[in-house]
Nanobody
């Protein structure tokens, strides 16, 4: 599975962005998908994940209620809708695919996209 993340950019605090992650390969629908982020000088952290069929999703406490993860298996794409953005959301965002049915840990993700920069100005 190859992953290509896009949709990052510069936005003012309170604004919104939608990230997309396009996957290549016929088995996309058999992977759980996740979004992680890494800010300068910090470790990569979990943001959100969605199960294979899309029936389960979960979020980190820092983004719960503001971000929404979804997937379109017909389009081999996973999305991250980010609302009410804050300067502390500034990071490189990565999408990833996991063979686990649901996963929070980066070590359980097998494939990673290249990352897309999100910058939120105050």
């Amino acid at each position: 599975v190859q992953l290509q993340a896009s949709g990052g950019g510069l936005v003012q605090a309170g604004g919104s962005l939608r990230l997309s992650c396009a996957a290549s390969g016929p088995t996309f629908s058999s992977y759980a998908m996740g979004w992680f982020r890494q800010a300068p000088g910090k470790e990569r952290e979990f943001v959100a994940a969605v199960s294979v069929g899309g029936g389960w999703s979960d979020y980190s406490e820092s983004v719960r209620g503001r971000f929404i993860i979804s997937r379109g298996n017909a389009k081999n794409t996973v999305y991250l809708q980010m609302n009410s953005l804050k300067p502390e959301d500034t990071a490189v965002y990565y999408c990833a695919a996991s063979r686990y049915s649901r996963s929070y840990a980066s070590r359980e993700y097998n494939y990673w996209g290249q990352g897309t920069q999100v910058t939120v100005s105050s």
